[in-house]
């Protein structure tokens, strides 16, 4: 089996091909592996599709604060269509809690919003440093969490749903991750779903709260000069295409392995791969002189 580390080396290191080809298979890879992890791990992506474009659209000539805005917009565009596919399969294996999700999503949604508002206006560097810090507590959380002897009762209150379903949308805006990233830790943590609730149900969230977040993204993109071709706003059509792709069928894919996986294994994969991303964002893998 392809691991994780494997697939980003050869995402970074397709060094004979033209730019522009280099460019189309880079994105391509990633909407796979992105949908597929949507599935598999109901996070939605956006922390692999985000510094994967960012630093695609930097090495195009683009300028670092704008080219992080569109990482944010296009992963949120493309983690609409994909997070359908894969909690459609979550529903069908009946792992989706539709109103705890109805709840989340639709404070999620306004949350969204707000979140690519904040985005819009803050410098780049903020924003990376945020996203890293973010993945590292979330991975920290996941690695130490201990199941209750004989499970743990779910906390449906409407009130804390509304709350992190909220919470999850400004991240998800903010980030451009989805949401998953926050919704999977609460709800597995703090609102007592098993791993597969938590993932199945986030899958649905993040529909909305994606949603809140591309509107803003596009709206604060508009009249933006020197944008990239093809964009709406902060939203690459180009890259949501080559993300798309093979996102959407491998989100189906990663919903059906999902239910495969022993619990535990799937939360230790989450949590490395968030660290992982969490390294690279922050810089610590080129201080260190690791060239990833």
């Known amino acids: ?66 080219a992080i805005r569109i990482a944010f917009g296009t992963s949120l565009a493309v983690i609409l269509p994909t997070a359908i596919s894969g ?4 529903y069908c294996n009946k792992c989706v809690l539709l109103k ?25 560097n903020i924003l990376t440093f945020i996203f890293s810090i973010l993945l590292f507590f979330v991975a920290y959380q996941i690695l130490k969490y201990q199941k209750a002897p004989g499970g743990k009762t779910k906390n449906l209150n409407p009130y804390h749903l509304l709350v992190w379903g909220f919470l999850a949308g400004v991240s ?38 994606s949603v809140g977040g591309i509107l803003s993204y596009i709206y604060q993109g508009l009249n933006i000069p020197n944008l990239p071709p093809y964009s709406a706003g902060y939203v690459n059509l180009l890259q949501f295409l080559l993300l798309s792709i093979f996102s959407i069928p491998l989100a189906y894919l990663g919903s059906y392995y999902a239910h495969k996986i022993p619990e535990k294994q799937l939360r230790y994969l989450f949590a490395v791969i968030l660290i992982f991303i969490a390294l690279k964002l922050s810089g610590l893998f080129e201080l260190i002189g690791i060239p990833l």
């Open 172 to 209: 998800s805006g903010l980030l451009g991750i989805g949401g998953g990233v926050i919704l999977v830790p609460v709800m597995l943590i703090v609102l007592g779903f098993s791993m597969l609730e938590a993932v199945g149900t986030s899958t649905v969230v993040i529909l909305l709260t």
């Open 1 to 66: 089996m392809i691991s994780f580390t494997n697939i980003l080396f050869i995402l970074f290191y397709i060094k004979s091909m033209e730019p522009f080809l280099e460019f189309i298979i880079i994105l391509l890879i990633t909407g796979a592996v992105v949908g597929f992890s949507t599935g598999l791990l109901g996070v939605g992506g956006g922390f692999l599709m985000v510094p994967i474009q960012f630093f695609l659209l930097q090495a195009t000539g683009i300028s670092p604060d704008m």
């Open 100 to 124: 705890p999700a109805i709840y989340m999503g639709i404070t999620g949604f306004s949350g969204g919003f707000i979140g690519g508002y904040i985005a819009s206006i803050t410098p780049v």
């Open 87 to 90: 909690s459609y399969r979550h």
